[in-house]
């Protein structure tokens, strides 16, 4: 991830990311999603900014290690805080 300000954990709604090889960039709306068709655990899903949700076909799953730049960090405050701890159990559960 190369950005200006390097973000430590899963980044909160409302982040703005740009990923590798794309053009557009997508807004974080959800975290921990898990593909329907191969179980698969992604970090984020994001619709594209500034347009939004359109339709389930423009959602995208990513992961953390996708993300070229992040534009924007979301809303932060001490609830997101507990929740961040919450989403690194989930993490080392997977592992």
């Known amino acids: 991830m190369n950005n200006?300000?390097?973000y430590k954990g899963l980044l909160p709604l409302g982040s703005v990311v740009l990923l590798?090889?794309?053009?557009?960039?997508l807004v974080v709306y959800g975290r921990k999603q898990v593909h329907i068709d191969t179980n698969k655990i992604?970090?984020?899903?994001g619709v594209v900014f500034p347009e939004g949700?359109?339709?389930p076909d423009y959602s995208f799953?990513?992961?953390h290690?996708?993300?070229?730049v992040v534009k924007y960090v979301?809303?932060?405050?001490?609830?997101?805080?507990?929740?961040?701890?919450?989403?690194?159990?989930?993490?080392?559960?997977?592992?």
């Not at 992604?42 to 899903?45: E, K, L, M, S, W």
């Not at 932060?76 to 961040?84: A, G, P, R, S, V």
């Open 53 to 55: 949700y359109i339709d």
């Open 74 to 95: 979301g809303y932060l405050n001490d609830e997101e805080k507990d929740f961040q701890i919450l989403l690194e159990h989930i993490s080392s559960a997977e592992e």
């Open 61 to 63: 799953l990513f992961n």
């Open 42 to 45: 992604y970090d984020y899903i």
């Open 4 to 6: 200006e300000e390097q």
């Open 20 to 25: 590798k090889g794309a053009y557009k960039n």
């Open 65 to 68: 290690e996708d993300i070229e």
